[in-house]
C-alpha cells in the first residue's frame, strides 16, 4: 500500500520560503510521477509540480514556474517543493500525490494522496 506523508508547511510572510516534503513508502517507485497539487477554501484543486521518479522530467503551473522548484531524493524515497517568493495567493493546502505511469496535469488521474500540509503566506 503506498503512503505518502507531507511536511513543511506554515505561516511565512510574503517573499519567504518554504520546502515542503513529501515521504513516500510501500512500494519502489521507479515507474511513479509525483506531484504536487493545492486548493485554497473555495477553489478548485490544482496542479502546481510533478517530477518523474527518475527525476529526468518535470513540470510546473505557469502561476508557480520560477518561484518553485521540485526535486527528489531517491535514497530517501522524498520529493520535495522548494516554494520561493512567495505570495498570499499561494495560500493553501498543498497535496502530494502519486500515480504509476505518464505525467497528468489532472489530479482525478493519480491514484494515491496524501493528507496535505497547510501553507499560508501573510501579506
Known amino acids: 500500500q503506498v503512503q505518502l506523508v507531507e511536511s513543511g508547511g506554515g505561516l511565512v510572510q510574503a517573499g519567504g520560503s518554504l520546502r515542503l516534503s513529501c515521504a513516500a513508502s510501500g512500494r519502489t517507485f521507479s515507474s511513479y510521477v509525483v506531484g504536487w497539487f493545492r486548493q485554497a477554501p473555495g477553489k478548485e484543486r490544482e496542479f502546481v509540480a510533478a517530477?518523474?521518479?527518475?527525476?529526468?522530467?518535470?513540470w510546473y503551473s505557469d502561476s508557480v514556474k520560477g518561484r518553485f522548484t521540485i526535486s527528489r531524493d531517491s535514497a530517501k524515497n522524498t520529493v520535495f517543493l522548494q516554494m520561493n517568493t512567495l505570495k498570499p495567493d499561494d495560500t493553501a493546502v498543498y497535496y502530494c500525490?502519486?500515480?504509476?505511469?505518464?505525467?497528468?496535469?489532472?489530479?482525478?488521474?493519480?491514484?494515491?494522496w496524501g493528507q496535505g500540509t497547510q501553507v499560508t503566506v501573510s501579506s
Open positions: 517530477i518523474t521518479w527518475s527525476g529526468a522530467l518535470k
Open positions: 500525490a502519486a500515480r504509476r505511469g505518464s505525467w497528468y496535469r489532472s489530479g482525478d488521474e493519480f491514484d494515491y
